[in-house]
C-alpha cells in the first residue's frame, strides 16, 4: 500500500489506530460498546414501530421522538460497525474518501440530534404553555418542514468540513489515533496549517451547538414560568413530569459532547487519549442506547402502548388455537 496518491500529499488511506493505550484489551473494550449498540438499535426501532403502530401516540411529542430515535440509529451506526471490525479483526485501514464520508455522516448526524433535541424543547414549550393551540400549532407540515430545515443546516454547514480537510497536505502519516474519522482527529496529523479547521470548527459548534442550547434554554425558563403560575400543586407536577425523559436526554446528549468538544481544542496532553478516545464513543453511543430507555421509562403513554403491545403478544397465540 502506497502512503501518498502519486506525488501529491495526499493518502491513498487512513490507519484508524482505534483506542491508544488499550490495544491489548481490544477486544475486552469492544463488549461493552456491541452490548449498548445492540441495545440501540433495538430499543430505537422498537420505538419507531410502537409510534407508527400506536394511534394514540400519533401526536407531535412522539413524532419529534421518532424523529430523534431516527437520527439516533444513524449517528451510532456511522462509527460502530467500524470501530467493531477494528477491535475485533484489526482491519484499521479506511480508504481517504471513505474517510471524509465518515466524518461528514458523523457531524451531520450529531448536529441533527443536537437540532431534534431543539425542536423537542420547542413542543414542549408550546404543549405547556399554548395548550389550546398546540394542534394547530404543531400541524404535520410543520414538523415535517422544522425536520427538514434542522437536517439540512447540519449538511450545509458541515459540507466544507470535507473540503477544508481534503485540501491539506498529509506528509506526517496516516495514522490516526482514533476508532472513526472525525474532523480535528484527521486534521491533526496533517503537516499543513490546520487554524481555518479550527476556526470553522468553533464556528459550526457555535451556530448548532450554541443556538440549540439557547433555544432550550428559553423554552425550558418560559415553561418554568408558566408551571410556577399554575394553581394546583398536581397540575404543576403534571405540567413537569412530560419533560422529564427530554431533561434526561439533554443531559445525555451534551455531556459528552461537551467534554469530547473541550478536550479535541484544549485539553491538551493533561487527559491521556485512551480517555478521550472512550469518551468520544460514548458520545456518539450514550444518547442512542439510553433515549429509548428514559422515554419508555419516564413517560407514562409509552410505558402504556408498551404493555398494552405485550399483552396483545402473550393473548395471540391463545386466539389461534
Sequence with gaps: MSLLNGTSLTPVSFILNG???????????SFPLC?????????????????????????????????????DVLMCTSTLPNTLCILWFNLKEIDFKACLAQMFFVHTFTGMESGVLMLMALDRYVAICYPLHYATILTNSVIAKAGLLTFLRGVMLVI??????????????N????????????????????????????????????????????????????????SSAEARQKAFSTCTAHIFAIV?????????????RFGGRSIPPHIHIIMANLYLLMPPTMNPIVYGIKTKQIRTCITRFLLQGKDNPSHDI
Design 19 to 29: 483506542i491508544p493505550g488499550l490495544e491489548e484489551v481490544h477486544l475486552w473494550v
Design 35 to 71: 452490548t449498548m449498540y445492540s441495545i440501540a438499535i433495538t430499543g430505537n426501532f422498537g420505538l419507531m414501530y410502537l409510534i407508527y403502530s400506536e394511534e394514540a401516540l400519533h401526536r407531535p411529542m412522539y413524532i419529534f421522538l421518532a424523529l430523534l430515535s431516527f437520527t
Design 160 to 173: 466544507p468540513f470535507t473540503f477544508l480537510t481534503k485540501r491539506l497536505p498529509y506528509c506526517r502519516g
Design 175 to 230: 495514522v490516526i489515533p482514533h476508532t472513526y474519522c472525525d474532523h480535528m482527529s484527521v486534521a491533526k496529523i496533517s503537516c499543513g496549517n490546520v487554524k481555518v479547521n479550527a476556526i470553522y470548527g468553533l464556528m459550526v459548534a457555535l451556530l448548532i451547538g450554541g443556538f440549540d442550547i439557547l433555544c432550550i434554554t428559553v423554552s425550558y425558563t418560559m415553561i418554568l414560568r408558566a408551571v410556577v403560575s399554575l
Design 252 to 264: 445525555i446528549t451534551y455531556v459528552p459532547a461537551f467534554f469530547t468538544f473541550f478536550t479535541h
